[in-house]
């Protein structure tokens, strides 16, 4: 992942991870699905090909990639490689890779040829598929990999067993299921904690086709903690340098209730010689501050102006330049603090200094790479008014923006020309794709460096190729939405802007049921995000108009903006909530003020929880998904607990709380539920670590009790998202039946 979202529905990223498992059917891509009406189906999205990795060659002509295949039938999925090249503007150079029913992910090119996991291996092939071998032998314990640049190492990612904090169970009793507990973090997103990853060190022989299985050399060889971090972290947090000789990791060297309060993660380099490791982030000797961790810990001096040279907050996903030179990575500034600004930091090795690229842009950086064998330039993505376009950096902290386009990148990669990036392209209208991105330079390069005109509105020219169409066979059956971008005054007399997204076949003259859509996070951005569950074009398909607000505590509108939400959940934001749809059915007259239903996960399930006894009848049903509905109760539940702390600003228990913690306790939303009058349908995975399933057991329970109509729809095995094909489409079933039923 590129950030860690905590308390999130992590919609853009998250809901489209691949449900990695075992098939003994050859899934692939549907190409007879029935979508005469024009309209998509929980069906048709559920056939669409999600794409995941992918690697550019060296030279930049080829690109590999994986794509997921779903059935809905089988329950299962199907991940494979296909092959293109990166000049291909018909796709006739596309070729599948992957020939039977075993998941073949995680492609990578290594001297020419292919590597990537099957069965929990490293194997390897040619650019046409040919010659398969397989090199590691683990009885299938590969989790990740990545090759020195001279292909003499692998780096791979294994589980070992860990029991710092759950006990292991006596050899006499085999068949007892309890657990020992003995400090925090004993579960971890929808796992207990009995096992974690670190990184080994093997040697390769490519030409042998063979990699030394029995002197691999643990990173962190009798340190309990984890590289990469849960729970999404994987190989991107450990990167090699150019001469093969070092590894810049990602660890946060913390355990139990430490880790359970901190999100200080550093960046090590590793001398794979020498077994040496040093910290790049803080200096030789440092100990962390001591700090009340249940009390007001945006205020202590863990996050003095003295200790940001530390690095006390998230630091992760290490680059190396081409020239060796310098280490780039992302960091945040404050400890405790999940959602802080994600800065661009460049350690040069040479001087042992650090210094922060992005400053002039005012938002998060989300993804990077390097520009060329210069080593003067770094791409990256950031959110700025809903869209995440591209953008550039040079050492000076120079930001340039370079694509104007109302959609999001997800991810970016240079091709080895060092002329073009590969990223990953998607929208409310258009799941992932990859694109070839060509950034141009103006005429003018003295743009004065302001937030204005690096986020706002000075687009370089560039060229913008799609490579892939991985779903074109369905999109094109379908009648599209159409999004608008709207902007009205909040009550604190800021703008705000919300996206508008109208049905197919819209009618000016007709009335339609609208959805009010609460985000999560609570500071994701709601920009121009595909989801396969919270899509705004199957709702829009279904005959809804929904109003999606970019409200207080979101990314993409300055650091002021996104932070207002910190302590004050209840606050600006829900005021925001309101002003969209009040000004929605007022002022645009397609929308039927009479049938208005709230929705949302995560801190969007919480939103609604909280508007239920608030929304003056405005809303004829609501959907709580994952929401956090006893504040009290959450503070304690959730595994990461330096979430509560920063965001509630004190713990419950104690007497003398911040006026932000009171308001916080005192407008949870479970307080209200005598002010209930409206349907409501809760959701909630029992495998949901992050927010209990308690607590959408409890506001069910609330509801019912007092007599309000009101459903739960449980899922035993799923976590904060709900990631099975059948699931999925229940889901999908259970949610359109309820707007239904209330809404039409």
């Not at 853009?12 to 449900?19: F, G, K, S, W």
């Amino acid at each position: 992942m590129n950030k860690s979202v905590i308390l999130a529905a992590a919609i853009a990223i998250a809901c489209c991870l691949p449900t990695v498992a075992q098939n003994k059917v050859n899934i692939g891509k549907n190409n007879n699905i029935d979508l005469r009406s024009g309209l998509l189906t929980p069906e048709g999205l559920w056939a669409m090909g999600r794409i995941a990795s992918y690697s550019p060659s060296p030279d930049g002509k080829q690109v590999v990639y994986q794509v997921g295949y779903y059935s809905v039938e089988e329950n299962k999925s199907h991940h494979v490689l296909y092959i293109i090249n990166s000049d291909d503007v018909d796709r006739s150079s596309q070729r599948l890779l992957t020939q039977d029913a075993e998941n073949e992910t995680d492609p990578a090119w290594v001297n020419g040829s292919i590597a990537f996991i099957r069965g929990g291996e490293i194997w390897m092939m040619n650019a046409d598929g040919s010659d398969r071998r397989q090199l590691s032998k683990t009885d299938g314990n590969v989790e990740g990999f990545k090759f020195s640049p001279d292909g003499n190492r692998v780096i791979i990612l294994k589980s070992i067993p860990f029991h710092e904090i759950i006990k292991e169970n006596p050899k006499d009793l085999p068949k007892a299921t309890g657990r020992l507990v003995t400090d925090l973090m004993y579960r971890h997103w929808d796992h207990y904690v009995e096992s974690i990853q670190h990184p080994f060190v093997a040697n390769v022989n490519l030409s042998a086709n063979t990699i030394d299985s029995d002197n691999w050399v643990d990173i962190l060889d009798g340190e309990p903690y984890e590289c990469p971090m849960e729970p999404f972290g994987g190989i991107e947090q450990l990167d090699w340098s150019p001469d093969s000789k070092t590894i810049a990791y990602t660890c946060r060297k913390k355990t139990g209730r430490l880790y359970s309060i901190s999100t200080d993660s550093d960046i090590y380099i590793y001398n794979v010689e020498q077994k040496s490791t040093r910290n790049l982030c803080k200096p030789e000797g440092y100990q962390d501050p001591k700090v009340d961790v249940t009390k007001t810990l945006r205020d202590q001096a863990v996050n003095a102006p003295e200790n940001l040279k530390n690095n006390p907050g998230y630091d992760q996903n290490p680059q190396f330049s081409p020239n060796g030179k310098y280490v780039a990575w992302l960091s945040m500034a404050r400890d405790g603090y999940e959602s802080d600004r994600m800065r661009l930091c460049v350690y040069d090795l040479s001087k042992d200094t650090k210094q922060y690229v992005t400053e002039a842009f005012d938002s998060n950086v989300d993804d990077f790479c390097w520009a060329g064998a210069k080593s003067d330039l770094i791409y990256f993505i950031g959110v700025w008014h809903g869209t995440e376009n591209l953008y550039s950096t040079n050492l000076k902290g120079e930001v340039r923006r370079h694509t104007d386009m109302v959609a999001d990148y997800g991810s970016l990669k240079m091709l080895g020309d060092g002329k073009r990036i590969i990223a990953e392209q998607h929208s409310y209208i258009a799941p992932a794709d990859l694109y070839i991105i060509t950034p141009g330079v103006r005429a003018d390069k003295k743009v004065p460096n302001t937030i204005e005109n690096v986020a706002a509105g000075t687009a370089l020219s560039f060229n913008n190729r799609q490579l892939t169409k991985e779903n074109k066979h369905i999109l094109d059956l379908l009648a599209k939405p159409t999004v608008d971008q709207r902007w009205v005054k909040t009550t604190d007399g800021n703008d705000m802007m919300y996206w508008v997204i109208k049905p197919p076949h819209f009618d000016p003259n007709k009335k339609y049921p609208t959805l009010l859509f609460c985000e999560g996070g609570p500071q994701s951005p709601v920009s121009q995000f595909w989801s396969y569950r919270w899509n705004f074009m199957i709702m829009a398909s279904q005959g809804y108009v929904i109003v999606a607000p970019n409200r207080h505590g979101l990314p993409g509108f300055g650091s002021e903006w996104c932070e207002e939400i910190s302590g004050d959940w209840t606050g600006q934001c829900m005021d925001d909530y309101l002003v969209a749809i009040d000004d929605a059915a007022k002022n645009l007259s397609y929308v039927d003020r009479d049938h208005l239903g709230a929705v949302g996960a995560s801190f969007g399930g919480f939103s609604v929880y909280y508007l239920a006894g608030h929304h003056d009848k405005r809303f004829k049903c609501f959907i709580a998904h994952d929401g956090a509905f006893n504040l009290e109760a959450m503070y304690t539940e959730t595994e990461e607990n330096w979430f509560s702390n920063w965001e509630y600003d004190d713990a419950f228990w104690n007497k003398d709380q911040t006026a932000n913690a009171r308001k916080t306790y005192e407008n949870s939303p479970h307080r209200f539920v005598d002010k209930w009058d409206t349907p409501i349908l809760c959701i909630h995975g029992e495998k949901d670590y992050r927010i209990n399933a308690t607590q959408g057991m409890s506001a069910f329970n609330a509801a019912r009790m007092k007599g309000i109509e009101a459903e739960l729809l449980i899922f035993p095995d799923e976590n904060h998202w709900v990631l099975k094909p059948q699931n999925g489409i229940l889901w999908q079933r259970t949610y359109f039946n309820w707007l239904d039923r209330w809404l039409k």
